[in-house]
Structures are given as C-alpha cells and as structure tokens.
Nanobody, 121 residues
Framework: QVQLVESGGGLVQAGGSLRLSCAAS?????????MGWYRQAPGKQRELVAA???????NYADSVKGRFTISRDNAKNTVYLQMNSLKPEDTAVYYC??????????????WGQGTHVTVSS
C-alpha cells in the first residue's frame, strides 16, 4: 500500500518557524499528482493550508499567504511546508495529503497520520 510519513511538528513561539515534511512510499506508486497540507484545530473543521501540483503550481489559504511556502521533491515523493512568522492561530494538527496514481492508473487519496504544531504567544 501507500504510506505518508510526516515529520517536523512541534512547539514554537509566535514569530518562529517550522518546516514540515511528508514522504510518500509504496511499491505500487506510479506517480503522485497533487500534494498538500491540511490542518485541523480543536473544535474546527479540517481546512486546506496549501497544495502543489506535480508541475509545481501552488495554492494557499488566504490566512497563510506570504508566511508559508509549499514545495516538493518529485524524485523523493516528498512535500514540504515551510512555515514562517507563526501565529497562535496556526496551532493545529497538520495533515499531509497526496493524490496517488497506482500502477493500475487509478488515482487514490491518501492521508498522513498528522503532526502537531503548537504556537505559543
């Protein structure tokens, strides 16, 4: 099957930075289309933070534009989220998502297990 393994979360003071990573692995991956980061704060719905296509086109939530940068390494099937100027309202569990095309040429959505980001004021 396909696994998404996230890393890089933690506790940081407001104004600080963190870098999240998410690596996809699996013997049945043909290619990975879009990859993205979502987050879910306590008591709130999961929301899109940023997404990136295989060609490098990006999309950001208005709340993170100018502060977060999404990038990917297609050779490593890895997506990154550089988070700068963090605010307490960025506190959430961050989830990686990947649209994976298997060798069967069908596309499936996979999620990581989530990584906690806590920003203290």
């Amino acid at each position: 099957q396909v696994q998404l393994v996230e890393s890089g979360g933690g506790l940081v003071q407001a104004g600080g930075s963190l870098r999240l990573s998410c690596a996809a692995s699996g013997t049945i991956i043909f290619k990975i289309n879009a990859m993205g980061w979502y987050r879910q704060a306590p008591g709130k719905q999961r929301e899109l933070v940023a997404a990136i296509t295989s060609g490098g086109s990006t999309n950001y939530a208005d709340s993170v534009k100018g502060r977060f940068t999404i990038s990917r390494d297609n050779a490593k099937n890895t997506v990154y989220l550089q988070m700068n100027s963090l605010k307490p309202e960025d506190t959430a569990v961050y989830y990686c998502q990947a649209l994976v095309v298997k060798v069967s040429l069908h596309e499936y959505i996979y999620w990581g297990q989530g990584t906690h980001v806590t920003v203290s004021s």
